[in-house]
């Protein structure tokens, strides 16, 4: 199998020269819980002063948990492994995903800085106010943004925990097939369902080729 990465070990490669870009570009796998916890709290604060009952605030919660695996799928399949063919997009594929292949075992990269999920989570937070309302909305995005955690630091578990529980056993080796196999299959990380759903398992894309052939 050829080589796909850089480098096996955890370390960081510099990618900015600024200092200050530097030092938010590589994160403790603590910071998003840090940044995130407390605004998954204020939103549950803002959905019940705003009148959202607790049964609909945990339908909403638990509802947006889920869409956060389709999401998850979306933004990993068609936004981190995006093609580029300008130098630019090359170089902005690079800095949001392209780093994370090169270096998959830089624990300071496995988790997404506040600095690139914020914008992503206003966009998200938007689409959710415009189409749900202001007293719905706070609930979904704390669900939202608690589906987004569990990701996280499941990513990085996947990367340096050793697991003997099946289910993170099976997960585990879904992303490494995915970084060390075929980067074009695996997009879900928390979730194996949309790669079903879409036929980007890898068992699923194998048996489709033998049917062909």
């Given at each position: ?15 900015f020269t600024?200092p ?9 796998w603590?910071?998003?819980?840090i940044?995130?916890?407390p ?8 959905g ?10 945990g ?17 990993h ?12 997009g090359k ?13 998959p ?17 206003a ?9 749900l ?9 704390a669900?939202?943004i608690?589906?987004?955690?569990i990701?996280?630091?499941?990513h990085?578990a ?13 997960m585990?080796?879904h992303h ?10 695996g ?5 194996k ?10 068992v699923?894309?194998?048996r ?6």
């Amino acid at each position: 199998m050829a080589r796909n990465f850089v480098s096996n070990k955890d370390e960081s490669v510099r990618l900015f020269t600024n200092p200050i870009l530097h030092m938010f570009s590589h994160v403790h796998w603590s910071t998003p819980l840090i940044f995130w916890v407390p605004v998954v709290c204020y939103s549950l604060y803002k959905g019940f002063a705003n009148g959202a009952s607790v049964l609909a605030t945990g339908g909403l919660f638990v509802a947006a948990m889920g869409f956060w695996t389709f999401a998850e799928y979306l933004l990993h399949r068609y936004i981190f492994h995006y093609h580029a063919t300008t130098e630019w997009g090359k170089r902005i594929s690079f800095l949001t995903h392209g780093v994370h292949h090169d270096y998959p075992n830089d624990s300071k990269r496995l988790v997404m800085p506040p600095l690139l999920g914020a914008p992503i989570a206003a966009v998200f937070y938007l689409a959710f106010y415009y189409t749900l309302g202001s007293t719905y909305m706070h609930p979904f995005f704390a669900g939202f943004i608690t589906g987004y955690l569990i990701y996280d630091m499941m990513h990085y578990a996947l990367h340096h925990a050793k697991f003997t529980n099946p289910f993170f056993q099976e997960m585990k080796t879904h992303h490494m097939v995915h970084h060390y196999n075929d980067a074009e299959s695996g997009f879900g990380v928390s979730s194996k369902l949309w790669d079903v759903v879409f036929r980007t398992l890898f068992v699923a894309k194998r048996r489709a080729v033998e049917q062909e052939a």
